[in-house]
């Protein structure tokens, strides 16, 4: 008795990688080469001999200035001014070298600090996780079922017998199901056997390693109640048991991967609408807490979570 698909995956978006733009610093200031020079002392005029009037009992002044009347000597003047003029040319050859060396340089800068665009993640519903080319890593158990224990709003399951087979037709049943398997390149079915706390229910959970989101789609089109994953008895008590009876079935196509599920009653009798509602509560709280979590891991960066 197949369940019917109450797991809504249309509301699952595609995580996207933000990009990260890399801020450099502006390189440090440092001080002007090109201060402004300070004035330069101006010499004094050489005193000319003064003269000695029998009449005139003290001198008169001898500091120099060109502005002073009467014929003087403007050979400091000329001097000073010649030089502050070649100071000046020099000064201004340099900033003309400078400049002319500004948009080089600030090419060059702009090269340094642009960084390499960061990758794109996949487009598509499943991104990384839509084809093995883009998840390449292969499926583990502990990845997919990593703790024995798992308890949601009180509800408990232990894991009690995990599986890994590289022959996919080793984990199916059924001939349409064996033959999707080898069609879409399987490379591994991994399975886990779970039992409720009250030992009333219990089930096999397993993914299969596809090539493709294409692949994988067929492979969830055949899943029927004679093309399901094959129990996984266990050796206790409860699910040593395991597949007798009357079971419910159900396949789920996520990215590159298929997720197949059969759930029963302890005694394999076939469950009414209350029955089958308990059962796919516990196959919504195992598989949420182990395969789609893992899945969704990859979905974000096409290799298996931390």
């Not at 519903?125 to 502990?142: C, M």
């Not at 779970?194 to 219990?202: I, T, V």
């Not at 396949?251 to 076939?270: L, P, T």
Request: hydrophobic share 30%; glycine share 10%.
């Amino acid at each position: 008795m197949g369940f019917p698909d109450e797991r809504d995956t249309s509301t699952e978006s595609t995580p996207r990688r933000s990009r990260r733009a890399r801020d450099t610093a502006e390189p440090g200031g440092s001080r002007n080469p090109f201060e402004p020079v300070g004035a330069a002392t101006r010499p004094k005029a050489k005193e000319p001999a003064a003269a000695q009037p029998p009449t005139e009992p003290a001198r008169r002044s001898t500091t120099w200035s060109p502005y002073d009347e009467g014929k003087r000597s403007r050979g400091p003047l000329w001097f000073t001014l010649g030089g502050l003029a070649v100071l000046g040319l020099f000064v201004g050859g340099l900033v003309v070298m400078f400049k002319s060396g500004g948009p080089q340089q600030a090419e060059t800068l702009a090269a340094r600090r642009t960084s390499a665009p960061l990758p794109s993640s996949p487009p598509g519903k499943y991104s990384y996780a839509a084809d093995r080319k883009t998840d390449p890593d292969p499926l583990t158990v502990k990845e997919l079922f990593p703790a024995k224990k798992i308890t949601v709003a009180g509800r408990s399951y232990t894991m009690t017998v995990t599986s890994k087979v590289k022959k996919c037709s080793d984990g199916a049943v059924g001939d349409k199901l064996q033959k999707a398997l080898k069609a879409g390149k399987c490379t591994q079915i991994i399975r886990a056997s779970f039992r409720d706390k009250a030992g009333k229910l219990m089930g096999t959970v397993g993914v299969a390693n596809l090539k493709s989101s294409k692949t994988a789609t067929k492979v969830q089109s055949v899943g029927s109640k004679t093309d399901y994953v094959k129990p996984l008895a266990g050796k206790d008590s409860l699910t040593k048991s395991l597949g007798s009876g009357s079971g419910g079935t159900q396949m789920w196509m996520y990215g590159h991967y298929a997720v197949m599920i059969w759930f029963q009653n302890k005694d394999g009798s076939k469950p009414d609408k209350k029955g089958q509602k308990k059962l796919f509560q516990a196959v919504d709280d195992i598989t949420k807490a182990t395969v789609f979590k893992a899945l969704d891991s990859r979905t974000l960066t096409g290799h298996p979570g931390a």
